[in-house]
């Protein structure tokens, strides 16, 4: 299995969109990370866990499951980094490839240390990106693709066949 551990606000302040909406409305753009964080999800399977400071959010630590993702705010006195750390640790065994995406360069170390994988904001950017392209692509392909029926027939008589269907006279 493989984990992606996400430093949310590294993402907030690397990603362009999300940077420029930050400006505005913070809330916002922690929702659509983690939108695009699920979108991500669905396509690779991976497991995805976002991890946020409190000092952002007033309140305990916090725990909530949005899509299948999972997003943690740290405990007030508590670190996005250090519970990055904490789970890298943690999750990381024979059976689990736990990959931290953050630019931060002191936590990469770290992270290397315990075994686990790095990816920077602008690796994971690029990947998410392409991901939605090929989501587009995908859908786009599958609009192309017209209904062939099992059996054989001239167009007009499928078109009757139609209108009948959909109680047309």
């Not at 990959?99 to 992270?111: H, K, L, N, P």
């Not at 950017?125 to 609009?143: A, F, G, L, M, P």
Request: glycine share 6%; hydrophobic share 35%.
């Amino acid at each position: 299995m493989i984990v992606l551990i996400v430093d949310g606000y590294n993402m907030i302040g690397a990603w362009p969109e999300l940077k420029r909406l930050r400006e505005k409305d913070l809330g916002q753009a922690r929702d659509l990370l983690i939108e695009m964080m699920a979108e991500y999800q669905s396509y690779t399977g991976d497991r995805i866990i976002v991890v946020f400071d409190a000092y952002h959010v007033r309140g305990i630590e916090k725990v909530q499951k949005d899509y299948k993702v999972e997003v943690l705010f740290t405990k007030e006195n508590e670190t996005a980094d250090e519970r990055i750390e904490k789970l890298a640790g943690e999750l990381n065994d024979v059976r689990t490839q736990v990959y931290v995406a953050t630019s931060d360069y002191a936590e990469q170390r770290t992270i290397f240390g315990q075994g686990a994988f790095r990816k920077s904001a602008r690796e994971l950017y690029i990947e998410v990106k392409n991901i939605e392209r090929q989501i587009e692509s995908d859908v786009e392909t599958h609009n192309q693709v017209k209904h062939q029926p099992k059996i054989p027939m001239k167009e007009e008589v499928r078109e009757l066949f139609e209108k009948w269907r959909r109680g047309d006279k």
